[in-house]
């Protein structure tokens, strides 16, 4: 850090308002930190963020992803058009210590099904390896959870209700006595 | 196959690595009583063709105080049909000081006991799994310690409003909604690697920051420029506290650059685990000089 440049070298947003996905995703932490899942990965720009958390106490699942991707944009012109819309992606996984060979034979069908499936109403179940991926999809208004004083518990509730979808749609992929954590 | 033995016969048996013998028929007894040989154990002696399991041959008897015939000298079949790793192991071929299995080309046993060959190479992916976890936690510390960090600011009243973050070096903001005030904390993680931290530790440059609005923040931002114009210093030490401004939203922060070992805000038992107690200690009392230092020298927020 050079004096003096601290700022210059890093993105920082100017208003609150462009800031609501962030607020977003920190209440999201601290959620999911609560429930005693730490942190393991960030992935964020400006307008997308992605955050891994180790799902440790979770009996079927081994980590959860929760994606926030701000598509209409945070600026002003777009905000005043567009609302503050953000598209919410919880994907869940299941890790076993092996591929199980009678799952990968059900999981290509999935993947033969997922091909030709337009509709996010339902789980989407996916497979790499020995990890099995359930992903909902949601498109989300920021200012109905950021701006509210209920809205982090509305926030919380939707993050439990997507995550035990999904850990119930995968829960027979998960093979007992083979977690790898 | 024959049934004859004596009291001079010896057996080789099938061990994990190989095989391990030869032992007498007192030994064998002495295993067999100890239940380290089984029915199930692989076991070769002269007069046998091959490796045979202990129930399929007339021997187990004598095992057990049966009768003796004859003997003949010691020569097994060639080492890659032995099926190492059987469930028996004598005590002598475990502790080294019998048996040369050691001194023996490794059997690769394809042919072998197929629920046998399941279980060793589980075993290995298993063992490899726990290396990869000792990995894997190295390099997810510094992510645990930055989520604990956010969880506790906004504990505290304060929204996340930045994030920034490439996986080593995480940059984040924090706004109190009610009175504007902003802190600042980044974390570059020095010792990703395992090797690196087990001979440093966890070590981190941390900044925090703490920023106000203040009056007049042209004529205060240009007196601040005025004392840093030498340009000598390009780094300050650690504990030293400089100031700055996000020239974007008219803000002054002060700053303090701190060298922290990650693994002192996680559990010993479980790194997964922040020690918030800890970390709200530390991070509090540096908020709090720095806000002193802040306010004593710009006067209150605007």
């Given amino acids: 850090m050079g004096m003096l440049d601290f700022f210059a070298n890093r993105a920082s947003k100017a208003e609150l308002r462009e800031s609501k996905d962030e607020i977003m995703v920190g209440e999201i932490i601290r959620a999911m930190s609560r429930k005693g899942w730490p942190t393991v990965h960030f992935f964020s720009n400006d307008d997308f963020q992605r955050v891994k958390f180790k799902a440790t106490t979770d ?47 059900a999981m290509y069908k999935t993947d033969l099904a997922n091909l030709f499936k337009l509709s996010w109403k339902d789980v989407r179940v996916n497979h790499e390896y020995n990890a099995i991926h359930g992903t909902t999809k949601r498109v989300i208004e920021l200012g109905s959870f950021v701006d509210k004083p209920d809205g982090v518990s509305r926030l919380v509730q939707l993050l439990d209700q997507e995550v035990g979808r999904i850990r119930e749609k995968l829960r027979d992929y998960k093979k007992d006595g083979m977690d790898i954590g | ?82 099926p190492s790793g059987q469930t ?53 510390v510094d992510e645990v310690l930055v989520g604990g960090v956010i969880t506790g600011v906004l504990d505290n009243g304060y929204s996340m409003i930045d994030l920034t973050s490439d996986g080593q070096n995480h940059y984040v903001r924090f706004e109190d909604i009610d009175t504007g005030n902003r802190v600042i904390f980044e974390l570059q993680h020095l010792a990703e ?25 042209q004529k205060t931002w240009k007196a601040v420029r005025q004392e840093m114009k030498g340009g000598y210093i390009q780094r300050a030490d650690p504990g030293i506290i400089t100031i700055d401004a996000d020239m974007a939203s008219q803000y002054i922060y002060v700053m303090v650059g701190l060298i922290w070992d990650i693994e002192d805000y996680l559990d010993a038992e479980d790194s997964y685990k922040v020690l918030y107690p800890k970390l709200g200690k530390d991070i509090g009392a540096t908020l709090h000089s720095l806000r002193k230092y802040l306010e004593g020298r710009f006067g209150a927020a605007a």
Avoid at chain 1, 83 to 105: H, I, M, Q
Avoid at chain 2, 122 to 136: A, G, I
Avoid at chain 2, 193 to 217: C, M, P, W
């Fill in chain 1, 59 to 105: 009996p079927v699942l081994s980590a959860v992803y929760v994606t926030l991707n701000r598509v209409t944009g945070s600026g002003a012109l777009g905000s005043a058009l567009l609302g503050s819309k953000a598209t919410l992606f919880v994907t869940c996984e299941v890790r076993n210590y092996l591929a199980d060979p009678d799952d990968l034979v």
């Fill in chain 2, 1 to 82: 196959m024959t049934s004859q033995i004596s009291e001079n016969t010896t057996w080789l048996v099938a061990v994990q690595n190989g095989q391990a013998g030869p032992y007498n028929l007192a030994q064998m007894r002495e295993h067999w009583a100890k239940g380290q040989l089984t029915a199930e154990s692989y076991i070769w002696r002269d007069g046998f063709d091959n490796w045979v399991q202990v129930s399929q041959t007339p021997d187990a008897e004598a095992f057990s105080g049966g009768g003796l015939a004859q003997q003949a000298s010691v020569q097994p079949p060639a080492q890659q049909d032995a």
């Fill in chain 2, 88 to 140: 028996a192991q004598p005590a002598a071929a475990t502790d080294g000081s019998s048996g040369d299995a050691g001194q023996q080309p490794a059997s690769f046993g394809l042919h072998q006991d197929d629920d046998y060959l399941d279980g060793v190479f589980v075993d290995l992916v298993k063992s490899s799994w726990q290396r990869h976890r000792r990995r894997q936690l190295s390099t997810e």
């Fill in chain 2, 193 to 217: 690697s395992l090797l690196t931290s087990k001979v440093l530790g966890h070590e981190a440059n941390v900044t925090i920051g703490y920023g106000q609005r203040v009056r007049d923040f």
